[in-house]
Structures are given as structure tokens and as C-alpha cells.
């Protein structure tokens, strides 16, 4: 046959096969993802309990069930516990913050009159024609925003029919969300315990799970599935605690920040614990980051005349940036890691894709591809020479030349 053509089918037939694998992908997670969860996460963390319970199984006389049943129900009451003390913290100060926020909308007025003396006292220093074109702009907006205001609230106070309507709607729109909310608490229940008696059943019988699943495949992919279950932890391991660390130095300086700020007279509340938990989960997005909270809450202090709090905000925001461009590519190794540019992709489509989860799923997902393509399990794409290199001198028997060897 000729080469040109066995180059071409060799090529629609790799296409043909990685397009299945995308589907499969696409549909597994679209939806069946959620319903296999506890199962998954069972078998997952069943994995993560092996090492130690053969550990304690080899100098202690207790059998496998056994420290299995005491290991799922340690890990049981541990996340009961920090359920229940996590959430009645986080409860509580959201409780303070959502009665803050709504003490807050009362002063709309204010805050649009304020925005506006800000900002014409900003451009005064502008050229006449300039400045007068701006600040017949910012009046114009400012008058809409103060009319629109005041005739809804008019329309609700006059008007007996909005009145109720809104009464209405102020009581059904709540009401709806807690019956929807309470309906899926039962599932939510179910899907809870069904993980933890999982876990336990996956524990005792992971290694025969294991040779089952290997019994399935050829002989020759058994070896590289175990390779990339390796790597694949490894990878997993490594972010995870590198990002847990991150989140919990980025999460100490907003409260350190906050509380010195509260010393100081300028910010005051309880709820400072969930700000900086907030502030801290959202800092792990490369595209977010803590400036899309700290920058425009020290902006609008600044506008609404709380001075102290609104640079306080913005020091604290240019401390973590400089110290995060410092910690992160000290803890999280360069190797692991995907181009900006395909990090936004990756988030991007996997929102449209797959919601809130695809944020966080696509970009792990790609960079796990990264890692065994660059250790040569799978051929995706021709990696760099010096992961080439790399994976060469790592495999066994294979030794890596260095200057003056001889070969004979």
C-alpha cells in the first residue's frame, strides 16, 4: 500500500479514536457524573486508605474489615465535627453580612450622590470642553439613577396593587427556594450516607476491585494503568497541598488585614472569617483573583468617603498579589503546571461545558494529560526536548550520557 495513504488512515483512524474519547468523556461527566459521585469519591478515597491500613494491618493483630470500619468512621466524625463547626461559624457571620448588605441598599441615594461629587471633582483638572462634556455625563447618569430610584420606591409606598404584589412576591420567591432547597435535602441525605457505607465496602475489597478492572484490559495496558494511577496521584497530591497551603496563607492575611483595619477604627463586623474564606477560594482562580473582591470594595469605600478602609483594602490587595507571585512558584513545581493561556481555555469551556464544576475539572483534567504525556504514558502531542530528556533518564536502565563517558 502506499505510505501516503497508510499515513492518512493511520491518522482519521487516531482522530476517529480520540473524538470517542472526547464524547465518552463529554457524556460521562454531562450525565453520570453525579449520579456515580459517591461512588467515585467511595473509590477515591478508598485508594488514599490503602497505604496506611496495610501499614497498621502489618504491625498490629487486627484484621482489614476492621480497620477499614474504624477508618471510614474516623473519617466520619471528622467531617461531621467540621461540618458542624465551619458551618454554624460561617452561618452566623453570613447572617451579620447579608443584614449589613441590606442596611447598605438603604443608602443608594447617598452612595450615587457621593460617585458623583468623586467624580467631578476627578476631572476637574481636565481641559474646560473635556471636563464639561464629562460632567454633563455624570450628572445625566446620576439623575436617571436618583429617578429610577425614587419612582420605584414611590411606586411601591402609592400604589396598593404593586404593594401587594410585591408583599406577595416577597413572601412566595422566598418560600419557593426553601421548598426547593428542602426537597433536595433528602437526596442530598441518601447520596451522604450511601458514599460512606461505599467507602467502606470499596476499602475492605479494593484489591480484588483492582485485579477485576485489570483482568479486563490487555496485557500489555496493565503496566500503564498503573503507572498512570501513580502519576495521576502524584500530580493530584502535589496540587492539592500546594493550593490547600496557598488558600490558607492568603486566607490568614485577608484576616490578619482585616482585623488590624478593625483596630484601627476603619472596617467593623464579625464577619470576617467568611470574607477572607471568600476572598481566599476565589485568589486559586488564575483569571479571578483577590482583586475582583478587594479592588472594587476599596474602590466604592473610596467613593463613599471611608477612606481609611477603602487604601487599606488596596495595600492588603497589593500585599497578598506581591506575595503570592512570590510563594506560588515555590510550592506548586513549574512542571505541573498548564500556559496561562490554555489554563483560560480550559476554565472557559469548561463552564460553558459543564457548569461551575468544569472550572475546576477541565484545567485538572488537562494538566494530568500534561503530566503522563510528558512521562511518555500517552502520545497526544510531541513534548519538549527537555521533558523528552527527562523521561528518558528517568525509566530504568537507561542512563542519561554526561561529558567525557565512553561508550565502547
Known sequence: MNPTIEKRRATLINVAYFALLICAFYLFMRYAFWTLSPFIFAFFIAMLLQKPIRSIEKHTPF????????????????????????????????????????????????FILKAQIWTLDFIEPLPDSIESSVADSVNNLS?????????????????????????????????????????????ILIAIIVFFIATFFITVDYDRIVLFLKRQLPEGRRDALS??????????????????????ITFTEILIGLSALDLFGVFSGRYKVVISMCIAIVDIFPILGSGTILIPWGIISLLTGNYGLGIGLLVMYIIITVLRQYIEPKLVAGQLGLPPAATLIAMYLGLKIFGVLGIFLLPLTLTILKVLNDDGVIHLWKPSDKNKNSAVSSEPGIKKKTKGSKTK
Not at 167 to 179: E, Y
Not at 231 to 242: C, H, I, N, P
Open 227 to 248: 503507572k498512570t494511577k501513580t502519576l495521576a496521584l502524584s500530580t493530584l497530591g502535589k496540587m492539592a497541598k500546594a493550593y490547600f497551603l496557598i488558600i490558607c
Open 63 to 110: 484484621n482489614k474489615p476492621f480497620l477499614s470500619f474504624a477508618a471510614v468512621l474516623i473519617i466520619t466524625l471528622l467531617f461531621a465535627a467540621l461540618v458542624t463547626v465551619i458551618g454554624k461559624s460561617v452561618f452566623d457571620e453570613l447572617k451579620e453580612l447579608f443584614d449589613k448588605i441590606s442596611q447598605t441598599f438603604t443608602s443608594i441615594p447617598d
Open 143 to 187: 439623575y436617571k439613577l436618583l429617578e429610577a430610584y425614587n419612582q420605584q420606591d414611590l411606586s411601591i409606598i402609592t400604589s396598593g396593587k404593586i404593594e401587594s404584589e410585591m408583599n406577595i412576591s416577597a413572601i412566595v420567591t422566598p418560600l419557593s427556594g426553601v421548598i426547593s432547597t428542602a426537597s433536595k435535602i433528602p437526596g
